[in-house]
């Protein structure tokens, strides 16, 4: 490579989402070294060259670094570059979406969750990056198994219902999401298992494949 050449500086930052109490959240690192020390961003970092096969494998890597395990779902999401998007110099970030069940957060990892309707002001051009990442979750969310990787491995008909709520951000008619999701074929029932709570026993489910399925006709 040609030292004389100037390059940009090659980077990736991550939209971790997660559902805590209900919301829609987002999962933030405070910064420790400038610039922006101390505010709070999406987790990211600089593509390692001598290690990263590819940005998603640089993704996988500091999602790891942040919360201690890789994510269930990571999507590419938009690539975002410029002159001024970072004080250090003419950047691109490849930027991802990924999906955190509430289940596997540890308190005491290096993130913070914010409701997206409450976030902190963000450095860098972050705000456009979580921006992005809300429109094609939600978007997504409306015709395809997306929301089912915010939930641990079994889950109730009703958490299901939930879930989707929350991800979309819209009510959704009991009876007719139940039919929509069994007639996808994207869920199977846990044999002889259920889950006990006020009222009678709730069937298990899981999911039938561990990716990513398209809906035939929105929910």
Request: aromatic share 10%; hydrophobic share 45%.
């Amino acid at each position: 490579m040609d030292p004389s050449f100037p390059r940009p500086l090659v980077m990736v930052d991550t939209a971790l989402f997660t559902i805590l109490d209900e919301r829609l959240c987002l999962l933030l690192t405070q910064r420790k070294e400038p610039p922006f020390e101390r505010k709070f961003a999406l987790p990211g970092g600089f593509v390692h060259i001598d290690e990263d096969a590819d940005t998603e494998a640089a993704a996988r890597r500091v999602v790891r670094g942040k919360i201690g395990f890789d994510a269930p779902y990571l999507e590419q999401l938009f690539t975002f570059s410029g002159a001024t998007r970072d004080p250090r110099g003419w950047s691109v970030s490849v930027a991802y979406y990924a999906l955190i069940p509430a289940s596997l957060l540890d308190r005491s990892q290096t993130v913070e969750a914010f409701p997206v309707e409450a976030l902190p002001a963000l450095p860098f051009d972050h705000d456009r990056i979580v921006a992005k990442a809300i429109e094609r979750l939600r978007g997504k969310a409306t015709y395809s198994s997306l929301p089912v990787f915010l939930l641990p491995a079994t889950f109730t008909m009703n958490e299901l219902h939930r879930i989707y709520e929350q991800t979309i951000g819209v009510r959704l008619d009991k009876a007719s999401f139940r039919h929509k999701i069994l007639e996808q074929g994207i869920i199977d029932p846990v044999p002889s298992q259920f889950r006990i709570g006020a009222h009678r026993p709730a069937h298990l489910y899981r999911l039938a494949n561990r990716v990513l399925t398209a809906f035939e006709r929105k929910i």
